[in-house]
């Protein structure tokens, strides 16, 4: 198909014009002070009991 031409080519190279930010820790010592750690770690427990109970209690109804 002729409209699947590239115009530019392979090996054209641009400079960034920005910069990449240093990568961030896995873990931060000064995360584990603050209560919104915490909190999600709530959460997701919560979340994940909830979602395990319901999904145990749909199995046991469907078989009875």
Known sequence: MAKDIEVGGHNDFHA?????PPPAPLIDA???TKWS???AIIAEF???FL???ITVLTVIGYKS
């Open 30 to 32: 000064e995360e584990l």
């Open 16 to 20: 960034k014009d920005y910069q990449d």
């Open 51 to 53: 979602f395990l109970y």
């Open 46 to 48: 919560i979340a994940t």
């Open 37 to 39: 750690f915490y909190r």
